[in-house]
């Protein structure tokens, strides 16, 4: 088995982002020489990227060609460097985003707080679902409900939805792949309600996701901590930071 490196997580990250797009309508993946691009069908920069795999085997006038085609905005997810690979074109920093990876000998699971409980969210459930993320992480409801709502309808995204009573106070969700990184799950979108924090509410739903992906044969899982306080949450999961990738300019 693979030592647990920032290119194989960010390889299984290309890998979740092929069955994200390529699973919803309108949406489309292509491997493009060393790079792997995923087009979710969505006229939102965040929802569509180029994973670039390998620079040496990559032309990037091809890339770009294939974005054209589709009219959509789009970034790079490279390595982290300190420059820009000469001669390539654009490439301003946006983000750093931290990657972090997990074994499954070395997962600790969390078990739910007492009075909440957890199911797999279905179509019917959009509204509960885009509410928890509008108020966990804020911004415009209209582009997240298009994003979710092709999480609910892709088999290969699992949604899990917790609820207090009738109140959902939680939602997050796990993308199961199986490409060049091998079979793998990613846990992403960990949204907790205001009211509901600090309850080990965001642990117990990941674990809960972590656990149903693992036991169908993900041999890794990974995510990316926002910052150092969900770091250490995941740590507490078993979780282990690697170097991450960087989100740059098409040009």
Same mark, same amino acid.
């Given at each position: 088995?693979?030592?647990?490196?920032?290119?194989?997580?960010?390889?299984?990250?290309?890998?979740?982002?092929?069955?994200?797009?390529?699973?919803?309508?309108?949406?489309?993946?292509?491997?493009?020489?060393?790079?792997?691009?995923?087009?979710?069908?969505?006229?939102?920069?965040?929802?569509?990227?180029?994973?670039?795999?390998?620079?040496?085997?990559?032309?990037?006038?091809?890339?770009?060609?294939?974005?054209?085609?589709?009219?959509?905005?789009?970034?790079?997810?490279?390595?982290?460097?300190?420059?820009?690979?000469?001669?390539?074109?654009?490439?301003?920093?946006? +983000?750093?985003?931290?990657? &972090?990876?997990?074994?499954?000998?070395?997962?600790? =699971? @969390?078990? !739910?707080? $007492? #009075? *909440?409980? /957890?199911?797999?969210?279905?179509?019917?459930?959009?509204?509960?679902?885009?509410?928890?993320?509008?108020?966990?992480?804020?911004?415009?409801?209209?582009?997240?409900?298009?994003?979710?709502?092709?999480?609910?309808?892709?088999?290969?995204?699992?949604?899990?939805?917790?609820?207090?009573?009738?109140?959902? +106070?939680?939602?997050?969700? &796990?993308?199961?792949?199986?490409?060049?990184?091998? =079979? @793998?799950? !990613?846990? $992403? #979108? *960990?949204? /907790?309600?205001?009211?509901?924090?600090?309850?080990?509410?965001?642990?117990?739903?990941?674990?809960?996701?972590?656990?149903?992906?693992?036991?169908?044969?993900?041999?890794?899982?990974?995510?990316?901590?926002?910052?150092?306080?969900?770091?250490?949450?995941?740590?507490?999961?078993?979780?282990?930071?690697?170097?991450?990738?960087?989100?740059?300019?098409?040009?």
């Amino acid at each position: 088995m693979p030592d647990l490196t920032g290119a194989l997580v960010r390889t299984a990250h290309a890998d979740a982002w092929a069955v994200t797009a390529g699973g919803r309508p309108g949406g489309a993946v292509a491997d493009l020489g060393g790079a792997r691009a995923a087009c979710s069908g969505l006229p939102f920069g965040p929802y569509n990227g180029t994973d670039l795999l390998d620079p040496a085997t990559t032309d990037p006038e091809r890339v770009a060609a294939w974005w054209a085609a589709r009219g959509t905005p789009w970034a790079w997810r490279t390595p982290p460097s300190p420059a820009w690979p000469t001669g390539w074109p654009g490439g301003d920093l946006l +983000v750093h985003q931290r990657l &972090a990876g997990l074994r499954p000998a070395r997962f600790a =699971p @969390a078990p !739910l707080p $007492a #009075g *909440v409980a /957890v199911r797999r969210a279905a179509p019917q459930d959009l509204d509960a679902v885009v509410a928890v993320d509008v108020a966990a992480f804020g911004g415009p409801a209209a582009p997240v409900r298009r994003w979710l709502a092709g999480h609910l309808e892709n088999p290969g995204v699992e949604v899990g939805l917790v609820l207090d009573g009738d109140e959902p +106070v939680a939602a997050a969700h &796990a993308v199961r792949s199986d490409g060049a990184a091998g =079979p @793998a799950v !990613l846990l $992403a #979108g *960990v949204g /907790v309600v205001p009211g509901a924090r600090r309850r080990g509410v965001g642990a117990g739903l990941s674990s809960w996701l972590l656990e149903r992906a693992l036991a169908a044969g993900a041999a890794l899982a990974h995510l990316q901590p926002d910052d150092d306080r969900a770091a250490r949450v995941y740590a507490r999961l078993g979780f282990t930071e690697v170097e991450g990738l960087d989100v740059r300019t098409p040009g």
